[in-house]
């Protein structure tokens, strides 16, 4: 507390528009504060890197759903509800892949 209150006196003491040591020192450390984070902020920023551009393959879709599903029979020992099932199974079957269905041949 008496540093600060023998910073005042002589704050006091000079003349309109100077500075003592005692003002200063906390403005200069201030300044070199925000001149810091500005320099360091500035490093921060990293350029993208450029990738080398790889050749575009067309790319060729290959149905093999067909070859895995089966028609489905229904067995008498099925609920009503699997019975529904199947059918609904089977009917999507003949839409998707109607070359592989039963009778198409």
């Known amino acids: 507390?008496?540093?600060?209150?023998?910073?005042?006196?002589?704050?006091?003491?000079?003349?309109?528009?100077?500075?003592?040591?005692?003002?200063?020192g906390p403005a200069i450390k201030k300044i070199a504060r925000v001149l810091l984070a500005a320099v360091l902020s500035g490093c921060a920023i990293q350029q993208p890197?450029?990738?080398?551009?790889a050749p575009i393959v067309p790319t060729t879709i290959v149905d093999k759903g067909c070859e895995?599903?089966?028609?489905?029979t229904a067995?008498?020992?099925?609920?009503?509800?699997?019975?529904?099932?199947i059918i609904a199974h089977d009917q999507a079957f003949?839409?998707?892949?109607?070359?592989?269905?039963?009778?198409?041949?």
């Open 1 to 24: 507390m008496a540093n600060r209150a023998k910073a005042d006196k002589e704050a006091a003491a000079l003349a309109p528009g100077e500075l003592g040591r005692a003002q200063k």
């Open 49 to 53: 890197v450029q990738l080398p551009s």
């Open 68 to 72: 895995w599903v089966k028609f489905i």
């Open 75 to 85: 067995s008498t020992d099925d609920t009503e509800a699997t019975k529904r099932q």
């Open 94 to 105: 003949v839409a998707n892949c109607p070359d592989a269905a039963p009778g198409s041949d």
